[in-house]
T-cell receptor, first 115, second 113 residues
Framework: DTGVSQDPRHKITKRGQNVTFRCDPI?????LYWYRQTLGQGPEFLTY????????KSRLLSDRFSAERPKGSFSTLEIQRTEQGDSAMYLC?????????????FGPGTRLTVL | AQSVTQLDSQVPVFEEAPVELRCNYS??????LFWYVQYPNQGLQLLLK??????LVESINGFEAEFNKSQTSFHLRKPSVHISDTAEYFC???????????FGQGTILTVHP
């Protein structure tokens, strides 16, 4: 068990560029979550996958954001036409279904800075 | 919908002193409650959680939290803190079948020698 990994750990981009982040969950974890954390705040839910199906998206996830989880393994989060307000830490978490209340294991995050 | 309020953004304390980090939640449905900890330069880790049963839950490193339904609280306590407990602590709730977490704003605990 190597834990949840995220790549890259840091990304600096210019406003208007597209960026893509990758998350590799713990193997055999069927649930995968994306959260966003800004300075001084707790993480905020963005979206959730059960296997390859994206079952919920937050209102925070504008049309510029898209997430995928092909084959129910790794996941990608893409942000198109980045804005300065997108600067944040993007966290990925995974869990194995135990019903509600399952423990989510978090990755180290990808810190995005939009100039 | 759920919401979480952590009443203290920063808590400074001396080593070996007791500490309480306060958390209140709001929900229209039954909830599960969590405390996560983030040590400097590390990712979020689960500290403890309440799902059902005994309202007092404990972690392996001496923290405990008590679920109080009438006061909608889940305060975190430790009778004697160590320097190594310095971290940011997040209270979170889940009220859905798939475990989406709603977090509080976080409390930075700083333990001074």
């Amino acid at each position: 068990d190597t834990g949840v990994s995220q790549d890259p750990r840091h990304k600096i981009t210019k406003r208007g560029q597209n960026v893509t982040f990758r998350c590799d969950p713990i193997s055999e974890h069927n649930r995968l979550y994306w959260y966003r954390q800004t300075l001084g705040q707790g993480p905020e839910f963005l979206t959730y996958f059960q296997n390859e199906a994206q079952l919920e998206k937050s209102r925070l996830l504008s049309d510029r954001f898209s997430a995928e989880r092909p084959k129910g393994s790794f996941s990608t989060l893409e942000i198109q036409r980045t804005e300065q307000g997108d600067s944040a830490m993007y966290l990925c978490a995974s869990s194995f279904t135990e019903g509600a209340g399952d423990t989510q294991y978090f990755g180290p995050g990808t810190r995005l800075t939009v100039l | 919908a759920q919401s979480v309020t952590q009443l203290d953004s920063q808590v400074p304390v001396f080593e070996e002193a007791p500490v309480e980090l306060r958390c209140n939640y709001s929900s229209s449905v039954s909830v599960y409650l969590f405390w996560y900890v983030q040590y400097p330069n590390q990712g979020l880790q689960l500290l403890l959680k309440y799902l059902s049963g005994s309202t007092l839950v404990e972690s392996i490193n001496g923290f405990e939290a008590e679920f109080n339904k009438s006061q909608t609280s889940f305060h975190l306590r430790k009778p004697s803190v160590h320097i190594s407990d310095t971290a940011e602590y997040f209270c979170a709730v889940s009220g859905t079948s798939y475990g989406k977490l709603t977090f509080g704003q976080g409390t930075i605990l700083t333990v001074h020698p």
